[in-house]
């Protein structure tokens, strides 16, 4: 029921209105702030669930699995590759075929049956190798069908983190296009604050309750919990289905980004002229900037050939694979300047992407955390975003004042000096890394325990506290 206002005309007449129109009612339009906290809850309880099989993946590949660590490892970095990768494709096919909200609830989905498969594992005893044999420590080898059943379910689980995580996003910018009004850039940026905040949490809570869980309660009961979650994910944001904006799928930048590739191949003849006119350009509605001169042979993508093989009769592209907006051409040439700057990060994500190593250093090491608690040995990797919420807030709000405060003027440091300090911090991190393995190699040569992957050196695992702390920069 609406309100009702009373108000009189030039006439004296009274008239009747409702205080809120169609237009302000959030109730009666679809989006709005309703319903980014089941978007919200989506996408936590998607992130705790994955992110909490993750550390202990490769002690329960070693230990149930009897796979050798090499081999545990490189099925845990290609299952972190593939889950890193999906959510490009899972863009691109969201944007063009899909949706976002289909892709998001196929995600679910499938993440879902792959983490339900991955719990069965560890109910059926057919699904894995019997236990080893402790009196000849003798251990028998995983079946070709076990292996094939364990990597259909971290195959499901990437397909599902890819179309969840690729969209989620985007998908709660829809609902805020027309909620803010004038404030809407506001309200974007505070949704994504609270986005990445929540994302943070969600892996801080997967890193330690999840994992000790885990540790404490058996596999059974520490593979159930995330698939409890994400069946919570999937029905939080199925529930709001009604409520959301849904977009069309349209073609989307990478593939506009594709056509000016193609089409300055296609166009790879023409010369290009050192005194052109604004009018070969095919410029976009409403545009008329030139293209710049760096990265010039891509300008041959927007070069009118022919206006009446080219244009149509409303003046867009024939052929947007043959001809494209100057728009496109720079926007390819913004995306090709940044590679190099991008490219600079790849040595030190390999190092962050060495998820399986930590854990099996901290399982040998002392993880006792006064006389009675001890740290498992998969929840070392919350210090690191522990380290990153830290670094943040002192660079925020110590490092940043004092700074001023000593130049006399505003200080900050660009984004490319930050990730030179970042890099920095990688590479000591790594130095000081290499420097506790060494040790702790010669401890266990030393104490006997050179070919016992189960034993446990006397060396704290504190000391792997500076690769978490240096990973955070």
């Known amino acids: 029921m609406y309100m009702m206002e009373n108000s009189a005309d030039e006439n004296g007449n009274t008239i009747t209105k409702p ?3 169609d ?9 709005g702030f309703r319903t980014i906290p089941f978007i919200l809850a989506n996408e936590s309880f998607e992130q705790v669930a994955s992110y909490g099989l993750q550390p202990n993946m490769i002690l329960y590949l070693t230990r149930e699995y009897h796979l050798k660590m090499t081999t545990g490892s490189n099925i845990i970095f290609l299952w972190s590759a593939a889950t890193n990768f999906k959510p490009l494709l899972s863009a691109i096919v969201a944007d063009i075929f899909v949706g976002r909200f289909r892709m998001i609830l196929f995600g679910c989905v499938f993440s879902l049956l792959g983490m339900a498969l991955l719990w069965l594992t560890t109910m059926i005893p057919q699904t894995r190798p019997p236990p080893c044999d402790e009196s000849s420590n003798n251990c028998s080898s995983a079946t070709t069908l076990q292996l094939f059943l364990l990597c259909s379910c971290f195959g499901l689980m990437s397909i599902g983190a890819g179309g969840t995580r690729s969209s989620s996003l985007a998908f709660g910018a829809d609902q805020l296009k027309k909620a803010g009004g004038r404030r809407n850039g506001w309200i974007l940026e505070s949704y994504f604050s609270w986005y990445y905040a929540s994302c943070t949490i969600s892996v801080l809570i997967a890193s330690t309750c999840i994992v000790y869980v885990q540790e404490k309660m058996g596999w059974q009961v520490g593979f159930g919990i995330p698939v409890i979650l994400m069946f919570l994910s999937a029905l939080s944001f199925s529930l709001a289905s009604p409520c959301y904006v849904k977009l069309k799928a349209k073609s989307t930048i990478i593939v506009e980004l594709l056509q000016v590739a193609v089409a300055s191949c296609r166009k790879r003849h023409i010369d290009l002229s050192t005194e052109s006119s604004n009018m070969i350009y095919h410029h976009q509605k409403g545009s008329s900037i030139l293209p710049s001169e760096k990265l010039r042979f891509l300008n041959k993508a927007c070069i009118i050939v022919d206006p009446e093989k080219d244009l149509t009769t409303d003046g867009r592209a024939a052929d947007p694979w043959t001809l494209c907006t100057i728009n496109q051409v720079e926007d390819l040439k913004t995306l090709l300047k940044v590679i190099p700057l991008w490219s600079t990060g790849m040595i030190m994500s390999v190092n962050i992407s060495q998820n399986s190593f930590p854990v099996l250093q901290a399982n040998s090491m002392n993880r006792r955390f006064g006389s009675s ?23 925020d709000r110590v490092f940043l004042p004092i700074a001023s405060k000593i130049m006399g003027k505003h200080v900050h440091l660009s984004a490319r000096k930050r990730m030179a300090i970042g890099m920095l911090l990688s590479f000591v991190c790594m130095v000081v890394t290499a420097t506790v393995e060494a040790k ?21 695992a504190l000391w792997l506290l500076p690769l978490d702390c240096g990973n955070s920069g």
């Open 23 to 31: 237009d302000n009612n959030s109730s009666s339009a679809k989006g």
């Open 373 to 395: 608690f001890e740290i498992p040995a998969g929840s070392f990797g919350m210090f690191t975003i522990i380290s990153i919420i830290i670094w943040i807030a002192l660079y």
């Open 440 to 460: 702790r190699r010669n401890l266990a040569i030393r104490e006997g325990y050179s070919d016992a992957s189960e034993a446990v050196v006397d060396m704290s």
């Open 19 to 21: 205080l809120l129109d």
